[in-house]
């Protein structure tokens, strides 16, 4: 017993002492570069932009989005397959649908224009306005 608490005492003396060493590197200032159009420029890395999306491939995104949902049956699904009457999809499927859409396309569908969502149609019409694609 005697031992463990040495050993303890010990260990507590040299955490101490390693707080106590690194304390005056902590309390030192950043030093922070003031030029600031070379560092935006030069420290932010530039990726591509993202692929211009069409109408072919969005249409193509969609189904394939919804053809991967278990609950439809690829084989009913179109573009004007109504999701309650067609595909048999209730409520709660209604909502993990457009979480499948928000996650594929990368942003958020306010629930007041996802409840406007009747077909796969209105999806693409919806994505086409908010994306800007023409063509």
Do not use: W
Not at 92 to 97: G, I, N
Not at 108 to 125: L, S, V, Y
């Amino acid at each position: 017993m005697l031992r463990n608490v040495a050993a303890v005492a010990r260990l507590s003396m040299q955490v101490g002492n390693i707080t106590r060493n690194l304390a005056p590197v902590v309390a030192r200032p950043l030093m922070l570069n003031t030029d600031l159009k070379r560092t935006i420029h030069s420290s932010v890395p530039q990726y591509s932009a993202k692929a211009p999306l069409t109408k072919k491939t969005l249409e193509e995104r969609i189904t394939l989005v919804l053809s991967l949902y278990d609950k439809i049956d690829p084989k009913k699904l179109t573009m004007d397959s109504d999701f309650a009457k067609d595909l048999g999809l209730d409520s709660l499927d209604h909502v993990e649908m457009v979480m499948a859409m928000e996650e594929e396309f990368g942003f958020e569908i306010p629930d007041g224009d996802a409840d406007k969502f009747k077909t796969p149609r209105d999806i693409f019409q919806y994505i086409c306005d908010k994306e800007d694609v023409f063509e």
